[in-house]
């Protein structure tokens, strides 16, 4: 099993549309988790923190179930500015050094 | 405006070439981190160093080698060991958190795309 695995998508919506991305780790001690977006041919920049009790930035809510072991951010009302890739990032332990998920590529379109 | 600045964006080389990509921050962070990105693929680790003078090997260190002579600077050198060195490389830094539960929140560099004629 990959440590983190995303659907690669893409996810093509329409403008308004609610859409989810769900990623899983295979860790279960991992600590740390993030939702980094990552423009064409840009470098990636952190969206969110992903916490125990989920949370949310305007149209943006990232959920964690340690449990089941995994995350997901849900976009709501998509707008065709967040048309990009979705990086699920994970800390295996405090301190260490955050592994990437592939991806999850969305396309929002008018 | 605190940062990290990564040069050059564009670099072609010659096979059996060794080349350096250069990367400073002037954020005070202390950890430093090499990535390689491959197109549909995810980020994976080069190299890393929590401080200076001293570094580890990520996942696909062959062919790569690094220093951290001080703080603000970590550059790569991509040898000619590297057997397929075309690929888009970024340099991140972060606070170090010295082993204490929080967030590694990385930030990134514009990236370095290298291609291999």
């Known amino acids: 099993r990959k440590e983190v695995e995303q659907d690669p998508g893409p996810f093509n919506v329409p403008e308004g549309a609610t859409v989810a991305f769900n990623c899983t780790y295979s860790?279960?001690?991992?600590?740390?988790f993030f939702w980094y977006r990552q423009d064409c041919r840009k470098e990636p920049k952190l969206l969110m923190s992903v916490y125990s009790s989920g949370n949310e930035d305007g149209r943006f809510t990232a959920q964690l179930n340690r449990a089941s072991q995994y995350i997901s951010l849900l976009i709501r009302d998509s707008k065709l500015s967040d048309s990009a890739t979705y990086l699920c990032?994970?800390?295996?332990?405090?301190?260490?050094?955050?592994?990437f998920g592939k991806g999850t590529t969305l396309s929002v379109s008018s | 405006d605190g940062g990290i600045t990564q040069s050059p964006k564009y670099l072609f080389r010659k096979e059996g070439q060794n080349v350096t990509l250069s990367c400073e921050q002037n954020l005070n962070h202390d950890a430093m981190y090499w990535y390689r990105q491959d197109p549909g693929q995810g980020l994976r680790l080069i190299y890393y160093?929590?401080?200076?003078?001293?570094?580890q090997k990520g996942d696909i260190a062959e062919g790569y080698s690094v220093s951290r002579e001080k703080k603000e600077s970590f550059p790569l050198t991509v040898t000619s060991a590297q057997k397929n060195p075309t690929a888009f490389y970024l340099c991140a830094s972060s606070k170090w958190t010295g082993g204490r539960s929080g967030a590694n929140v990385l930030t990134f560099g514009a990236g370095s795309r290298l291609t291999v004629l």
């Open positions: 860790n279960s001690a991992s600590q740390s």
């Open positions: 160093s929590q401080i200076v003078n001293d570094f």
């Open positions: 990032v994970v800390a295996p332990q405090a301190g260490t050094a955050l592994i």
